[in-house]
């Protein structure tokens, strides 16, 4: 730097070099993170739809599947019973045997068992799968450029920074040299 330069003059270059380059990096990082959430979520919303109607799908056709076991022959003998001592009472006035009573009340358990299954888990087929390794692949092309992007803003604030302490530097040594100067002529 220039002996003759004023702090006015480091500043205006300062902010004509540095921040500039700084502000474009920067600038530059948050396009490419944007474009890349951007991108991670079209595609998290695509498969969360896709999902979702399968999984519908999925629910209705358990559900009519359900429906059919429940109402095939074989729960047909439950049909008299509204509730599960109703088969213990029939029991205790000898209606039924003690072996009739055991398998009545086994096939309620199993009949309440059916009642009670719901679906369990998360939708996951070859589409499912794609558009997770799309997420993925997103993530991958962009980590490399974004941290070339970040450490190019970083460096960028780092020279700034240094410029800024060279310029006090440089103002310190100017006001010293006033100073001395200022002195000498007092005394002088």
Do not use: H
Not at 71 to 76: G, L, T
Not at 85 to 94: A, P
Not at 133 to 146: G, N, P, S, T
């Amino acid at each position: 730097m220039s002996e003759q330069m004023t702090i006015n003059d480091l500043i205006a270059a300062e902010k004509i070099i540095m921040p500039q380059t700084a502000e474009e990096a920067e600038k530059t990082l948050k396009e490419k993170i944007q474009a890349r959430n951007k991108a991670q979520a079209l595609i998290n919303d695509a498969k969360a739809r896709y999902i979702k109607e399968k999984t519908r799908a999925r629910s209705k056709k358990a559900a009519e599947e359900k429906d059919a076991i429940l109402n095939s022959p074989r729960f047909d003998k439950l049909k008299e019973y509204e509730r599960r001592e109703d088969i213990q009472e029939c029991y205790g006035w000898d209606f039924i045997d003690e072996a009739e009573r055991d398998k009545l009340e086994a096939l309620w358990d199993e009949r309440e068992q059916i009642r009670k299954m719901t679906f369990d888990g998360i939708y996951k087929d070859l589409v499912t799968d794609a558009l997770f390794e799309a997420i993925k692949a997103i993530v991958d092309l962009w980590e490399d450029e974004i941290e070339k992007c970040e450490m190019t803003v970083k460096e960028y604030k780092e020279q700034v920074k240094q410029a800024q302490i060279e310029a006090d530097e440089w103002m310190r040594k100017q006001n010293e040299a006033y100073m001395k100067l200022t002195k000498g002529e007092a005394n002088g």
